[in-house]
């Protein structure tokens, strides 16, 4: 019967067989490596990748742009639709990928790219040698790899990557990383308010849990006390 069938249909689509894992790149196994020779573009340098028992890369080369490389090349591999997504955002292109829906997001993505050209121009010979590494390696997944899954299904073309889309995504993601500076602000001003002590500012000046474990091994003296203390933001 019809229901039988989309019953089957269900199963097949849940079931280990899934028809996108077709798309999905061979697996590491744990303990082999994985070396990057033979590949176009390839590194400067024989790469090797070894997947640890929680199924963690750990990316071994000769130089950091070798590094680097092996860093884009598993981005390009594990991680192709969040990457290209990134892409898209960055330049205010989500439309293409999902439709007439978001042209009002892209029309406020596109100041992300804004003289991009010029800022990539602009980088040191180090940055802009890293970037370029990373970029190989993502668009050496590509070749490898192909589309992923979520490409195929949206009816997407293979992407490629320029040196430039790498600062691009960097830009979008610290953007995003300022999200929340209308509360960074409001405390401010609430810590401007509050006699030193105050019980509240101990609760505005809470530290982050780190279990134990800390970011950096010291923060300098300069650092360290309210922002409040260092610059009048009141008037914001």
């Not at 082999?32 to 790469?47: K, S």
């Not at 979008?172 to 929340?180: A, E, G, N, R, V």
């Not at 509050?194 to 650092?223: E, Q, W, Y």
Request: aromatic share 8%; with cysteine.
């Amino acid at each position: 019967s019809g229901s039988a069938m989309k019953w089957l249909i269900f199963l097949a689509l849940c079931s280990a067989c899934h028809p996108l894992s077709l798309f999905a790149p061979p697996r590491i196994k744990p303990g082999q490596p994985l070396e990057l020779h033979d590949l176009r573009p390839g590194p400067a340098r024989p790469v090797e990748i070894l997947l640890d028992e929680r199924g963690v890369p750990h990316i071994y080369g000769e130089s950091e742009a070798d590094l680097v490389y092996g860093l884009g090349f598993m981005h390009g591999r594990d991680r192709l639709f969040q990457v290209t997504v990134l892409k898209h955002a960055a330049y205010g292109r989500l439309t293409e990928l999902f439709g007439k829906d978001l042209l009002p997001i892209d029309r406020r993505l596109r100041l992300i790219s804004w003289k991009l050209d010029e800022a990539f121009a602009a980088l040191d010979a180090r940055d802009k040698a890293l970037l370029e590494a990373y970029i190989k390696g993502l668009n050496a997944a590509v070749h490898q790899v192909g589309r992923s899954a979520e490409l195929v299904v949206l009816g997407a073309p293979e992407p490629f990557f320029e040196a430039k889309d790498g600062l691009a995504i960097a830009r979008l993601q610290s953007w995003q990383l300022s999200f929340d500076f209308n509360d960074e602000l409001l405390r401010i001003r609430l810590l401007s308010k509050l006699a030193a002590n105050d019980p509240r500012v101990a609760l505005l000046t809470a530290p982050a849990p780190t279990l134990g474990v800390p970011i950096v091994a010291a923060v300098p003296s300069a650092l360290q006390g309210p922002a409040a203390s260092v610059v009048d933001l009141t008037r914001v």
